[in-house]
């Protein structure tokens, strides 16, 4: 196969792991949002733990991003 | 014209004065220019929030004061008190990495943080930090840390090598999470000002361009809530590995 053809698609197969760090964001935000509407006054201190998952989880998809963009562009 | 709608272009480092010192390439470039820019509105926003001290804070004062209160308790809360010996170190970081990135986000600007090299230098600082503090105050106990309690004897072995291997994954993932969210952030940008640039040159498909640059303004806003962000979870996480090397041992 044409190194740069199989470069493209690697960098294609990498961005799908985007989708599955966006579930795990996704269920983060979700779970969170449900115990906030079960006990409202508890959700304001918590919030904050909240984001700190989701950077997490987020970061995990970004390396994923930067796979593809490795693929790209440098190699 | 290709090469002007790079991407990439952006994160090229220039030097702005040549300077060679013992074989080392030691130029001042625009990389070192925006580092300087960096310290000195870190430092702006602290001397001049704080000059007059006021009851009633003015807006400057209210920031400079917001931003100390949020980083002591975020520190306090994540590394009790003792932790609170780092808090000039951690102020510093989460100042650092903040206007890093805000700054970044005006255009023409270089983002110092979309640089893997700045953010590994960060994050091997902090780790290094961990280590050193944890062996100096704790000896040979400090190795308590990768030991959980309550584990059966057959399962230690495993439970240790994880255990390493998480530790050793933590500067990685601590550097590239900051590096990876600045340069996937910048690239989106510039792909979608190439966009813009690109329908504006199709003739008849110029009628549609204002929407590559409603996506920039909103992903300019989003870029803007990932800065903020990520300096947040720099630090924090820098909170939660000292409190690791102050009291090691799960």
């Known amino acids: 196969m044409d190194p740069a053809a199989a470069k493209f698609i690697g960098a294609g197969l990498a961005a799908i792991g985007m989708g599955a760090a966006a579930i795990g964001v996704g269920l983060i935000f979700g779970n969170f949002l449900s115990g906030a509407l079960r006990n409202p006054t508890a959700s304001d201190a918590q919030f904050g733990r909240a984001f700190i998952g989701a950077a997490l989880a987020e970061g995990l998809g970004i390396f994923a991003f930067l796979v593809a963009i490795l693929l790209l562009f440098v190699l | ?250």
């Not at chain 2, 709608?5 to 080392?24: A, R, S, T, Y």
């Not at chain 2, 190795?143 to 390493?164: H, N, Q, R, T």
Request: with cysteine; proline share 4%.
């Open chain 2, 1 to 250: 014209m290709a090469e002007a709608m790079d991407p990439i272009h952006q994160f090229n480092i220039e030097p702005i004065v040549k300077l060679h010192l013992f074989g080392l390439d030691a130029s001042f470039t625009n990389a070192s220019l925006f580092m300087l820019v960096i310290v000195l509105a870190a430092c702006a926003l602290m001397l001049f929030g704080t000059s007059k001290r006021s009851i009633v804070p003015s807006r400057l004062q209210s920031a400079a004061e917001m931003a100390y209160e949020f980083v002591a308790n975020t520190v306090r809360m994540s590394a009790g008190n003792e932790g609170m010996k780092f808090f000039p170190f951690v102020f510093s970081l989460f100042l650092f990495v903040l206007f890093a990135n805000l700054i970044g986000l005006i255009p023409y600007t270089f983002t110092v943080t979309s640089q893997i090299i700045v953010t590994f230098a960060f994050a091997a600082l902090v780790i290094g930090l961990v280590i050193a503090y944890g062996v100096i105050r704790h000896g040979a106990h400090f190795l308590g840390l990768f030991v959980p309690s309550g584990v059966s004897i057959w399962l230690l072995p495993f439970i240790v090598l994880i255990e390493v291997i998480s530790f050793i994954s933590r500067p990685i993932s601590l550097s590239v999470r900051l590096f990876a969210n600045m340069l996937a952030g910048h690239i989106t940008l510039k792909v979608m000002g190439g966009f813009v640039a690109a329908l504006l040159g199709a003739g008849a498909y110029a009628i549609i361009a204002p929407l590559p640059l409603a996506a920039i303004v909103a992903l300019t806003a989003f870029e803007l809530l990932v800065a903020v962000l990520q300096a947040y979870v720099f630090a924090i996480l820098t909170c939660v590995y000292l409190n690791d090397a102050i009291h090691p041992g799960h």
